[in-house]
């Protein structure tokens, strides 16, 4: 008996692949081999940047805290020790768009700590 191969499946997985690798630049978006080491190198970027993302948001929000604290007095370390003292159940991310967007409420929170 001959072999039979599941051309079906084949060609629903490179046309799922190659639907991926749209907006891809040249032989990337429409060849078949091409596209396939393409897409999958671009899951892996997309896995890897889905945790990097995590860590370069909390830099910024650390990076501004300290710009903020340090308008008044205080270091980074300082100010987050003091938050932690005195049970400012504050999260980087808020302490961080207050310090930016705002001001006063920042200063507020470091009015309370000193």
């Known amino acids: 008996m001959p072999r039979a191969t599941n051309s079906v499946a084949t060609k629903a997985r490179k046309k799922r692949v190659l639907k991926q690798a749209k907006g891809f630049f040249g ?4 060849v078949w081999t091409v ?3 393409a897409v999958e190198k671009a899951m892996v970027y997309a896995y890897r940047d889905r945790k990097q993302n995590k860590r370069n948001f ?3 929000w650390i990076t501004r805290i300290n710009a903020g604290a340090r308008l008044h007095g205080m270091s980074y370390s300082q100010f987050m020790g003091k938050v932690k003292a005195n049970n400012i159940e504050l999260n980087r991310k808020v302490l961080a768009d207050l310090a930016m967007n705002h001001p006063a409420a920042f200063t507020a929170i470091v009015n ?3």
Do not use: H, M, T
């Open 27 to 30: 032989r990337r978006k429409n």
């Open 112 to 114: 309370k700590i000193k």
């Open 35 to 37: 596209a396939k080491n």
């Open 58 to 60: 909390r830099a910024l």
